[in-house]
């Protein structure tokens, strides 16, 4: 059963025009075109300016948003930014978004850590805000410039890494209901397996490597979100009461194709039914989700009131599904090209 209440009315996307590609990446380190596309399915990722962060992204993601539906953001009453890549750790995206695009000081604005689940968590949290009546109109974006913490020495990591940016309204509707089931989780005893040191320098009594650049053990997360996500999919369909056959697109986290492949095979669930973002943006952490929507939707694949189950999972070890149903407002532009 559908809630009622709440729905996504405009998405909107952004990507740095910049590319790395493989080939570029040869040139970095000791690795090839043939080995990542084997192993993961990338082929480009988008690299920020070296002036251009998180904000400016998320800048761009809303403009794109606002453009193509026509939308005011006058009147939201809540920011809400996942990302693991604010400009500052203090003060938050979210701030300075408010003040960037002149949405009035009455609305809350905070950043979210939930790392490439960091979108499904805000989603998550923009719904519960809009059901429960205490907000009406929330922006939530999922934006990462990981190019900023990335190990360009590293060639088990910076061959998987790109930024980019996402953003959707949820607003409150009195008949129409977008959001169905959901299941969260974090499991913490593997936030080891992938971080980027801050204050502290160790976590789980492990000492950490301290390159002040995002680390990982890239088979652990590999083995743990292969066995979690099916698992955590059940959940979502439980919890929504249907099941798989009905959902018409599943947009898990683009961490790696390689991943994606054996979790829709565990789910018995159709690779072409399944939409990522990963082969030209790499992964873009919590962008990857939105942007995969968006692609689908400027593709006309994805259309409004269709099923769409969204999974993402990450450092933390955190993971978050959600099922969704779209109501996009008619476009009044096209979008701006990514
Ligand atoms: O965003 C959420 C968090 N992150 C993830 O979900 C990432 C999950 N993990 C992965 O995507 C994959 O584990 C990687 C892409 C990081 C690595 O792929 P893999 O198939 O698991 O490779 P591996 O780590 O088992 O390494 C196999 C071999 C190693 O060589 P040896 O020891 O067998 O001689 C690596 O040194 O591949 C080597 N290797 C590379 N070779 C060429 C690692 N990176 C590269 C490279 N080019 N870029």
Redesign the pocket.
């Known amino acids: 059963m559908f809630l009622k209440g709440a729905k996504i009315t405009a998405i909107g996307s952004y990507v740095p025009a910049r590319r790395l590609t493989n080939s570029d990446?040869e040139q970095m380190?000791?690795?090839?075109d043939e080995?990542?596309v084997q192993?993961?399915g990338i082929r480009e990722r988008r690299i920020s300016r070296e002036d251009e962060y998180t904000s400016d992204l998320c800048t761009a993601a809303v403009l794109d948003l606002m453009k193509r539906y026509g939308k005011s953001i006058q009147d939201v009453d809540m920011i809400l930014v996942a990302t693991s890549t604010p400009d500052f750790p203090f003060p938050s995206v979210a701030s300075i978004l408010q003040n960037r695009l002149g949405i009035p000081s009455t609305a809350g604005a905070i950043d979210m850590s939930a790392?490439?689940a960091g979108f499904v968590y805000a989603l998550h949290t923009a719904h519960a805000y809009v059901a429960s009546g205490l907000h009406r109109k929330v922006l939530v974006l999922g934006a990462d410039a990981l190019s900023k913490i990335t190990d360009y020495t590293d060639?088990?990591?910076c061959?998987?890494f790109g930024d980019g940016a996402g953003a959707v309204l949820v607003e409150s509707d009195e008949q129409l209901d977008g959001f169905a089931g959901f299941h969260l989780g974090s499991d913490g005893s593997g936030a080891h397996h992938?971080y980027r040191t801050g204050l502290s320098r160790s976590v789980n009594e492990v000492e950490l490597v301290d390159t002040g650049k995002l680390v990982?053990n890239?088979?652990e997360?590999?083995r743990w979100?292969v066995r979690t996500v099916p698992q955590g999919v059940q959940q979502v369909l439980n919890n929504a009461g249907i099941s798989l056959d009905q959902v018409d697109w599943f947009i898990p986290?683009s961490?790696?194709l390689?991943?994606i492949e054996p979790i829709c095979e565990r789910l018995n669930y159709p690779l072409e039914q399944a939409l990522y973002s990963l082969e030209y943006f790499g992964?873009t952490?919590a962008a990857s989700i939105p942007l995969a929507l968006d692609l689908g939707i400027r593709g006309g694949k994805v259309l409004n009131g269709q099923q769409i189950l969204l999974y993402g999972?990450?450092?933390g070890l955190t993971h978050a599904g959600q099922l969704v149903k779209l109501e996009l407002a008619p476009e009044v532009s096209p979008p701006t090209p990514l």
């Open positions: 990446l380190v000791d690795t090839n080995w990542i192993r993961t790392a490439c060639r088990s990591t061959i998987l992938v990982q890239g088979r997360v590999f979100a986290h961490a790696n390689r991943m992964n952490s999972f990450g450092a």
